[in-house]
């Protein structure tokens, strides 16, 4: 939420969840992954070089107090024990599932056009909504994809800034939102609700 206030009126929309920044160290190659918290040792030590890094960017750009070392790492000691049971190499996992003619569905969130390469950049995600996505999530070779269903609502919904062009700002929109339950999951924010756009549809299925 730090760089949602520093954006003031330019701010994307965001869930204020933490996702963004999550992604952002990922692809510094700065983050915390999963399995780290299986090993105390290795997460101290990587915290440690991540809180280096991080309390200057929290005192210094955003003028908030720094976190402390000793409290985050008792944090998250305690949810890798909690997690411990069911933290396992997914990749094989489903792999495995398959190998066995399992059925395996993969279920994409979002949409299309908040893909952060194909999507309404900058007001996107910080993952891929795509069919492809679903490889990239997994660790499944598209080989091993037998189908790909899209799904469309009969109207056109989003949450937070960007373009949308058939918008309606009028008692159309409020109905369709009132009726529809457009609000969203994770804020309680109202959706923006407005016409079904062929040409968005028309895209997001080509890709």
Not at 2 to 21: D, H, Y
Not at 170 to 185: A, F, K, P, V
Request: net charge neutral; proline share 5%.
């Amino acid at each position: 939420g730090l760089e949602e206030e520093r954006r003031g009126g330019k701010a994307l929309g965001t869930t204020r969840k933490g996702v963004g920044p999550a992604f952002t160290d990922k692809a510094a190659r700065l983050g915390i992954r999963t399995g780290d918290l299986l090993d105390k040792e290795v997460l101290l030590e990587r915290l440690g070089s991540m809180l280096d890094y991080k309390n200057i960017i929290l005192t210094k750009i955003y003028g908030v107090s720094p976190l402390s070392l000793d409290e985050v790492y008792s944090q998250y000691c305690r949810y890798g024990e909690r997690l411990a049971p069911y933290i396992q190499e997914t990749t094989i996992m489903v792999e495995e599932a398959l190998n066995r003619d399992e059925l395996v569905l993969l279920e994409g969130a979002q949409g299309t056009l908040l893909d952060p390469d194909f999507g309404t950049y900058p007001y996107t995600t910080s993952s891929s909504p795509l069919a492809g996505g679903g490889c990239l999530g997994t660790g499944l070779s598209p080989t091993r994809i037998s189908r790909i269903l899209g799904v469309f609502k009969a109207y056109c919904t989003r949450v937070g800034s960007g373009p949308m062009p058939t918008e309606l700002r009028d008692e159309t929109g409020g109905l369709i939102r009132e009726r529809g339950h457009e609000y969203g999951t994770t804020t309680g924010r109202p959706r923006r609700c407005g016409w079904f756009d062929a040409v968005a549809a028309r895209f997001s299925t080509r890709i």
